[in-house]
């Protein structure tokens, strides 16, 4: 029997749990993590119809009890330990030693120890506790017709297996959210493998999508360019730019051991697109000329491959020994102390599809310097600097002009007004509504295809 609905009452949502279920891989979550960590706990929590979640298994993908999916999403949350406390911000305590005393801390390790296997398969083990032995329910069997399936989290779009199901359930409606298209378009940056997945990634949308949510205009037409080339350029695209992630909504979190310290935070995947390459110059060039006073750079962020450009110059090059801290495994209350004792946050990346760590550090009244993106752009609005990624005098002039943290800077930063989950939700749940009335052949009723942020209505915004 499949899942009961009551007339009166919305759709039933299918919320895909695969990446937050993969949590206990990765020592701390990314900033699709988090994302995809906020759309579960509103929907499984306060979705107003029946929501269960689905799960890939060897014998296909299963249907999640409300309850077990809300225990998964409590475990998870666990795994990372995301609140504060002693044990969470051990890390944070050995940067800020590197950042005060210099050299005389250099052996302190800055690098989160990774999950030990034990502590990885206990987590497993509980995750599959929670989501029951029996994994419920074939998914297209257990779905009432017209249900709503949302994954919000990218994983197993590119694989066929894991949307197959869907070919049995046309009545189905399926939303999926695209963080951007940078492996298409900017293959220079990434191994032919991500390449791969996201053609994949892409041609699963185009097959199975009735509604695409992306975090900003400018992804939404890099997506839309994309799904052109499987003609279905033309499915209804909700362009909302992500609010603050939940561990940064308590504002600012001032150190007061690091007030007198100049230093400046880059946080992200260390890898070639985020441009490391230009801020380690910037800061060869710094300490060439201003010797031990020269402010100092926090390197936040995980080697997903070694790539020597970055990576042996931050290991091996001995005037940037005392003034480049690298860390990694940050929990996000560590992470928003850090960001908001720095004098700036620095994004000097050559593609984006949001720009998560901007809003972030706006969020708690530090200032930005970010690349000239128009992604970055929707992110910061007026309240940061932009410049072009490739200007290294330009960069080493802005790092220079926000050493000590200025007033007028601050202010600027201070006028940012951060977007929070509810009112993030109060568009997403309208689409989401519009395309369950609809069909996956056919546009959804009364949905529009152009996103509501489009750049005429948001142009001060964005200047």
């Known amino acids: 029997m499949p899942l009961g609905v009551r007339p009166d009452m919305a759709s039933v949502l299918a919320f895909d749990l695969t990446r937050l279920f993969v949590g206990p891989v990765h020592v701390t979550p990314r900033g699709i993590d988090r994302v995809d960590f906020g759309f579960a706990s509103h929907f499984l929590k306060d979705w107003p119809g029946d929501c269960v979640a689905t799960l890939p298994t060897p014998w296909g993908v299963r249907v999640v009890s409300r309850k077990n999916a809300l225990h998964v999403v409590d475990s998870v949350q666990d795994h990372w330990r995301e609140t504060a406390g002693a044990g969470q911000m051990a890390l944070f305590a050995k940067v800020k030693e590197r950042l005060v005393n210099g050299a005389s801390a250099a052996a302190a390790p800055t690098r989160a120890a990774p999950s030990p296997s034990l502590r990885i398969a206990g987590a497993v083990v509980k995750m599959l506790r929670h989501a029951g032995c029996g994994f419920g329910r074939p998914a297209a069997a257990a779905l009432p017709k017209g249900a709503l399936y949302l994954n919000t989290g990218q994983i197993g779009i590119a694989i066929p297996r894991f949307l197959s199901w869907l070919e049995r359930r046309p009545d189905i409606r399926s939303v999926f959210m695209l963080h951007d298209a940078i492996p298409l378009e900017h293959s220079e940056f990434v191994p032919p493998a991500s390449r791969h997945y996201h053609q994949n990634m892409l041609a699963g949308t185009a097959r199975y999508a009735s509604g695409i949510v992306v975090p900003s205009i400018a992804a939404g037409a890099s997506v839309r360019r994309e799904l052109g080339r499987y003609g279905r350029g033309d499915i209804p695209l909700l362009a909302e730019q992500l609010p603050i992630p939940h561990g940064f909504m308590q504002g600012s979190d001032i150190d007061g051991e690091l007030a007198d310290t100049q230093y400046f935070v880059v946080t992200g995947s260390i890898e070639p697109r985020k441009n490391h390459l230009l801020l380690l110059n910037v800061w060869r060039d710094l300490v060439a000329r201003q010797g031990k006073t020269a402010p100092k750079l926090v390197v936040v962020g995980t080697r997903w491959r070694r790539h020597p450009a970055i990576t042996d110059i931050i290991e091996r090059s001995s005037i940037l020994q005392d003034h ?25 990346s050559f593609a984006e599809g949001f720009g998560l760590p901007i809003i972030e550090a706006l969020a708690v009244g530090t200032p930005v310097i970010a690349s000239d993106l128009p992604a970055h752009r929707e992110a910061g609005g007026p309240h940061a600097t932009y410049l072009s990624a490739i200007d290294g005098l330009g960069w080493l002039s802005a790092i ?3 050493v000590g943290r200025p007033t007028g800077l601050l202010a600027k930063a201070a006028r940012y007004k951060a977007r929070t989950w509810p009112e993030y939700l109060q568009r997403i749940e309208p689409f989401l509504t519009s395309v369950s009335q609809g069909s996956r052949d056919g546009a959804p009723a009364k949905v529009r295809a152009q996103s509501p942020l489009s750049p005429e209505r948001n142009a001060d915004q964005f200047a």
Not at 325 to 337: C, M
């Open 324 to 348: 480049v801290i690298e860390v990694s495994g940050l929990p996000t209350p560590a992470l928003r102390r850090l960001l908001s004792s720095a004098c700036a946050l620095l994004m000097p």
């Open 400 to 402: 220079d002009s926000h």
